[in-house]
């Protein structure tokens, strides 16, 4: 370059396909404009996706940093935090429940069913992870009152009905009904030990979330151990 010139220089990484020419997949994306068409395109993809799916950009880039709860289970824990009774918990207590524990787990535990926009909210975020390839299991638990009335019950029977998760009922990847008055404790250890993420309808959702981001990326008071390095044979100083 001659002094004062500039110049753009492009990077490309590809997944290829069996039986695909890296050939003509490097004859393809060796142009800068294809990449500057390609990054457009996805812009207006993901716009619609958002558009289709009510969220805007706040929650979606909330949602996208509740990934990182999802697929490290480091720091699922740290936001989580300890809780007593938790070690000793085995996964298998969640088979009981139809739930395999292999997917990341999101439970949401409705008190009175006042306020439901923070299970509308898990819903979305449930619908996004899965547009994005992300399955992940929902655990709605009615932990009201137990009676002959089951009106939050009914409520998170209605919000399930009304989406995607109205044919995703108790299988992989979808959503699980709860009564907490039939879990017993062994499950309700499980389902906070193994969960990503834990919510409750007695405060605001997007709180929660940003305090559980919060947590997680919080520096962990590690104390040093001192190193044994054995008898020190070193003639003292003079």
Not at 14 to 37: I, N, V
Not at 77 to 105: D, N
Not at 127 to 147: K, Q
């Amino acid at each position: 370059l001659a002094p004062g010139q500039s110049a753009r220089v492009c990077f490309a990484m590809g997944l290829l396909e069996d039986g695909a020419s890296a050939r003509e997949w490097c004859a393809r994306w060796r142009q800068a404009g294809a990449y500057r068409r390609a990054m457009r395109l996805a812009g207006i993809r993901a716009g619609a996706m958002l558009e289709f799916m009510g969220l805007d950009a706040e929650a979606h880039h909330l949602f996208q940093q509740m990934t990182a709860l999802l697929v490290d289970g480091g720091l699922a824990a740290q936001a989580r935090g300890p809780r007593r009774g938790g070690t000793g918990v085995s996964r298998e207590a969640l088979w009981s429940l139809g739930i395999s524990g292999t997917r990341p787990i999101l439970v949401m535990r409705v008190c009175d069913g006042k306020d439901v926009r923070g299970v509308r909210a898990l819903i979305r975020a449930h619908g996004f992870w899965r547009s994005m390839g992300l399955g992940t299991d929902l655990v709605l638990i009615d932990a009201s009152a137990n009676g002959y009335d089951r009106p939050v019950r009914d409520k998170l029977e209605n919000l399930i009905a009304a989406g995607h998760l109205n044919r995703m009922r108790c299988v992989p990847g979808g959503v699980w009904l709860l009564d907490g008055a039939n879990l017993n404790g062994e499950q309700w250890r499980a389902l906070e030990r193994f969960a990503s993420a834990t919510f409750t309808d007695a405060s605001d959702f997007n709180v929660q979330a940003r305090r559980l981001l919060k947590a997680a990326q919080a520096p962990k008071n590690r104390q040093m151990t001192p190193m044994k390095a054995g008898e020190n044979r070193l003639p003292p100083m003079a």
